[in-house]
């Protein structure tokens, strides 16, 4: 599922009316696409800071991603379980 699929299922199944769930469990294929699109989302907000820079390696960059207790990503405020 890509991300947008998954914010969409969140919008159908939930809506506004219902509040989201605080986790949802994700197979790897989702997990890594919303992955993609939080680092996508920073870097399209300039959301990354300078870290250093290294004349072999080029530039180090640093973002903040957002984690919740269970150490999964935040995406649209759930936090996304792995499946096992």
């Not at 199944?13 to 197979?27: A, L, N």
């Not at 973002?63 to 990503?73: K, R, S, V």
């Amino acid at each position: 599922m890509t991300a947008q699929e998954l914010r969409d299922h969140f919008n159908r199944v939930y809506g506004i009316e219902h509040p989201w769930p605080k986790t949802y469990e994700v197979d790897a294929e989702t997990y890594a696409n919303c992955c993609q699109a939080v680092f996508d989302w920073f870097i399209e907000h300039k959301e990354i800071h300078r870290l250093a820079s290294n004349e072999e390696r080029g530039n180090y960059y640093m973002i903040h991603l957002p984690i919740g207790l269970n150490g999964g990503l935040k995406f649209k405020g759930v936090e996304l379980i792995l499946k096992p």
